[in-house]
């Protein structure tokens, strides 16, 4: 994954699209922050890693548009709107409602979850095996009405 976004960001500079560019540096910033430990300790960072990144910088963008609408300032709300669709690129494609349920359903039948003290659990294995994939805010409400 970083390979294509090095990648992207040299097409980016020789078709002169600004808006691109200045977002897969901020992505390269971002991933290099977290291989030097800025804020926590070195690490090694794998797609995983990156796919936490992106998934943070989108939720990011997404508060400040909510910032900005307030404000009144549609001229940033674009702006990140368009980061948001560059960053969305390189995430994998989100589980619709359907699909949320049907994980959530057959996840529980497997570990033989019966009741809201198994929530952790089912969150937890939920995130392991679906992670990038699906929005877990919806994902712990399936999981809820089903556990009761």
Partial sequence: MRARINQDVKDAMKAGDRTRLTTLRLITAAIKDRELGI?????????????????????????????Y????????V??????????????PKQMGEAGVKAAVAALIAELGAAGPKDMG?????LKERYAGQMDFGKASGAVKEILG
């Fill in 121 to 125: 659990r089912v969150m937890g294995a």
């Fill in 78 to 91: 674009d702006q990140e709107k368009a980061e948001i669709a560059i960053l969305e690129g390189y995430l």
């Fill in 69 to 76: 609408e307030k404000a009144g300032r549609n001229d940033l």
């Fill in 39 to 67: 804020g926590s300790a070195p690490t090694e960072v794998g797609d995983a890693d990156v796919v936490a990144i992106l998934q943070k910088m989108v939720k990011q963008r997404r508060e400040s548009i909510a910032t």
